[in-house]
Every structure is written in C-alpha cells, then in structure tokens.
C-alpha cells in the first residue's frame, strides 16, 4: 500500500474572468481548444522551488514536424539572457550589464541596485488526466487546487520543498510565458526567499497556452516611444545614470533632457515646436526622433580605435584627451545656441530657395514674422524633418569634435551645476557662451548653411530633376547623404570651419 502523500498548502487568490459571450465560442478538444475553466489563481512561491516543479514545451527545430503538429510553445531557451536576469537579480542594473572583470572590483559598487522580478510567472497546473509526450504526472505528484469555505489553497506534492526533489515522470507544473526568468535561478545560485509572483491555470488546453503566450508577448502594441521617453525626467535625480555612461539608459535620458530642454527653453528656436508625445497630426519633428539624433551625434560614445570622430558629449575628445567637463546646463545652452544661430542666418538669408518658400507660404495666407520664417519652419523645409534635424547635428557635432583643441572648449567653465531644465542655468550659459570661441565658430557654420538649398523632395515650385535629386534625403540612407552635402557645401570657406570641414572628411584626393 503506497504512503499517503503529504501537502504543503500555498494560499491563493481565485480569480474570475469569463463573459456569458465566451461561451459561444467554439470549442474544439480535437484542435487542442478545450473548454477552459473560468478561473485562473494568484499566488508567490520560491523561484527555486517553482523551477524544480516546472517543465517547458519547447518549439523544436529539428526534425521534420510540420510547424503546425508541434505543440510546444517557447521558444529556445537563451542561456545567457538567463544569465543576465540572474545577475540583475543579484543586484539590478546596470551592475548586471557590466563585465565580469568590473562586477569583482569595488570601484561599481554603487551602481548596484535591487533586481525586482514584479511581472508574474504564468504556468499551467496539469491534471491527471493531460497526457503530454513523456506521459502524464505520477498521482503522488500531482499539484491541485483546493477551495476550503471560501479559501483557496494550491496543494504541493510534500510537506516540504527540498533541492533533491524529483517527480517519477513528468513534471506537474508547465510554463506559458517566464522561461528565462525562471531559469535564471541556478541550483547554485544563493537566492533563498526570493519569492515570485505565479498566474495559474488549471488544466488549460495547449492551444490556449499558444494563444496566451501570444497575446503577452507579441499582440501587446508597443508604447509610442516618444511617450515613454517623457517618463525619463523621472530618473533625473538619480546620480547612478551618470555613472553608466556607457549605458543606452544613460545616453537616452541625457538625450532626452536635452531635448526637453530645446523644446522649453523661451530662447530656443524649438519652443514648443517639438512633438513631444509622438502624436498625430503634428508638423514637428518627434521627441523620439530628436533623442535618437542626438544619440547618433553629439551623445555617442567613443567607438575605440581607428574611430575619427566621436560625439562631443559623450567621448574623448581625441584619443587620448578627456570627456567634455561641461554640466547638463551647459550642454543645453550649446545646443540651443548652435540653432540660434542657424535660424539668425536663414531668416537673414535672401536666396531663390528661401524666398520662394516665404512667397508660397504668403499665397497660403500665411502671416510671416520674424519669429515663423517660413524658410525655416515651413512644411518645404528640410530644417522641420527627421533628416533636417540629424544633418545639422552631425555638422556641429562633427566640426566641434575635430576642432575642439583651437575652441578652448574645456575652459568654459560655469559655477552652478545644474540640469538642462534648469531654465535659470540654461539663461546663464547662454549668455557667457557668447565669451567662448566656440560661439564664433556656431555662427560661422550658421552663416555657411544658410545658403544650402534647404528645400524638401515635397516643396512647391521646384523642378522635377532637383525633386529627384532630393529624393536621396528621404529614409534612413538619407541622414549619411545630407551630413555629407552639407559639409561639402562648407568645404570651400576660407576660415576654421573650411579647415574644420578637411580634417573630418580629410583631404581632397588628386
């Protein structure tokens, strides 16, 4: 006579959801789709002892079964992304991201964090009556679901969870969506108490754990990247950001800043004039789209050896020289100054591109001031578009890196540190900027662009042969194309920016 089974009771929380609608739908347990129950349950466990009660139906790759007579669901398991979560939980990010070598020192000690894992497991309590490939659960293993006067408890098969315990067949427990999470949690990982949050159901049919996977996985539409961009600000105070910069997190939140920045700023020519939320309509540029400029410009990291050019805020100036001791503030003023200057120049600026603009801008009844160029700001200017935006960033970022000795840019020096939405200390900069060399050379690249034909592929009245020609501004070859024609059109000039135009594409070939 076989020993009665001890439980171990795990209290739970029995939720609802099914609709008087749902139960027309056809359900097929021929096709996998059986009617599942109405109930699913909430409750946390040890991630150790979860795992060790858990199989995983994999999607195979050899063989030849058709793809739809493969009934497993995950997909391969990804050893090292497991890996990296067993790190993060260890002690959060970005320690986890940082090399082996770096994780033994002392010196990153402060960038540890707690690695919270607060987005639930979800599995599939299997019944004695699922059959899966290796059989079915042994019945002295078999987990149920117990609901005593109101009280739901999950039955385990012992009294007591040990590191040594091992089902007769096939595991009672299967993964719908938490593989790696789980498998981050190595037998030889110290990780006693830590507990997880677990969705389950009970006896659903292989079908509808597909399906579920799916709809957790892939159907979600992902956030406009614009707005979770404008969640950043609340990361600003956290001093670990600037400790990581070699860190996308740390690039994206600084871009992002910055980008604030000229959109709140009185003085920039970007004052509320950056789509800041992604949405649609809008003529402006988006937030994510600037974030992603300046990460591409002037927040790029320095990319090693045989690297010409890096970005100024974010490398070495020079292979051996140091980062750009400039503030937050500081960073901000440059970039709004630098377009200042650009709008000055073309809103003096009289060429045929410029005042064709302007007069189709009037026969639309356009009110033109000084402050709404439409040379600058119209729907025909290339200076309003994704491409617009990167190309004059590039230009700056890249003629200031490879002069940045002659600017004397290191001894600019403010008092205050403070953010880029600072708007007092952004005021400040901006007014002893106009001291620095650097503010010469901005309005030198200012005054030379501004007689580039800034015109779209889309503007009125242009000639079909240079609408073909600006066409190669359009999509993302478009960014490479429009940096190298505007240093072209600078390469001529007779002064820093001439000779600064030469050293970043070198010099004419004979």
């Known amino acids: 006579m076989s020993e009665k089974v001890q439980h171990r009771h795990i209290p739970a929380l029995k939720v609802k959801q099914w609709l008087p609608g749902w139960d027309r739908i056809e359900f097929s347990p021929k096709h996998h789709r059986a009617k599942p129950s109405p109930h699913f349950y909430l409750f946390s ?3 150790q002892e979860l795992r060790s009660l858990c199989g995983i139906a994999r999607r195979q790759v050899s063989g ?9 669901i995950q997909r391969q398991h990804d050893p090292e992304r497991s890996a990296e979560i067993s790190r993060f939980v260890e002690f959060g990010y970005p320690w986890s991201t940082l090399s082996e070598a770096k994780r033994k020192t002392a010196e990153f000690n402060d960038l540890r964090k707690p690695g919270w894992l607060p987005t639930a497991i979800v599995i599939n309590i299997l019944r004695e009556t699922d059959e899966r490939p290796g059989g079915k659960v042994a019945e002295g293993d078999l987990i149920t679901v117990q609901n005593d006067e109101g009280n739901c408890t999950i039955a385990l098969p012992y009294a007591k969870w040990s590191r040594t315990w091992r089902p007769s067949n096939v595991l009672p427990l299967e993964v719908i969506d938490g593989q790696h999470r789980l498998w981050a949690f190595e037998e030889d990982f110290n990780a006693a108490g830590f507990e997880v949050p677990v969705v389950a159901f009970s006896g659903l049919d292989v079908s509808w754990q597909a399906y579920l996977f799916w709809t957790i996985n892939i159907k979600p539409k992902r956030i406009n990247p614009s707005l979770a961009f404008d969640l950043y600000p609340l990361l600003r105070a956290e001093d670990w950001l600037d400790r990581a910069e070699g860190h996308p997190i740390y690039r994206e939140t600084r871009s992002q800043e910055l980008t604030e920045a000229l959109w709140s700023h009185p003085d920039s020519p970007w004052y509320d004039r950056i ?19 300046l990460m591409a410009t002037l927040v790029r990291p320095w990319e090693g050896r045989g690297a010409k050019i890096g970005g100024l805020f974010g490398s070495r ?3 051996d020289g140091e ?29 045929p591109w410029a005042v064709d603009l302007r007069e189709d801008a009037k026969r639309h009844g356009v009110f033109i001031t000084k402050s709404e160029d439409p040379a600058f700001y119209g729907n025909g200017s290339l200076i309003v578009t994704d491409q617009g935006v990167r ?6 970022n890249d003629l200031c890196f490879v002069m940045a000795p002659n600017l004397k840019l290191n001894t600019w020096r403010l008092a205050k540190k403070a953010s880029a939405t600072d708007t007092g200390a952004v005021t400040e900069a901006l ?10 050379f901005l309005e030198s690249i200012g005054n030379g662009l501004a007689p580039f034909d800034w015109r779209t592929s889309a503007a009125p009245n242009i000639s079909e042969d240079l609408r073909r020609q600006k066409l190669v501004f359009r999509g993302s070859s478009g960014y490479k194309e429009l940096r190298a024609q505007l240093l072209e059109h600078l390469r001529p000039r007779d002064d820093d920016v001439g000779k600064a135009v030469e050293r970043a594409q070198g010099p004419i070939p004979p």
């Open 64 to 72: 030849v079964l058709p793809r739809a007579a493969d009934l497993g």
């Open 45 to 47: 466990l040890s991630a």
């Open 275 to 293: 789509n800041m939320l992604g949405e649609r309509p809008s003529n402006w540029v988006t937030q994510s789209a600037w974030i992603k400029s």
């Open 391 to 396: 190309g004059f960033l590039h230009v700056v």
């Open 323 to 351: 980062v750009l001791g400039w503030s937050r503030a500081q960073q901000a003023a440059f970039l709004i100054f630098a377009w200042q200057k650009l709008y000055k120049a073309i809103r003096d600026v009289e060429n």
């Open 431 to 440: 007014k002893t900027i106009t001291k620095e060399p650097v503010a010469a």
């Open 317 to 319: 100036l020079g292979e």
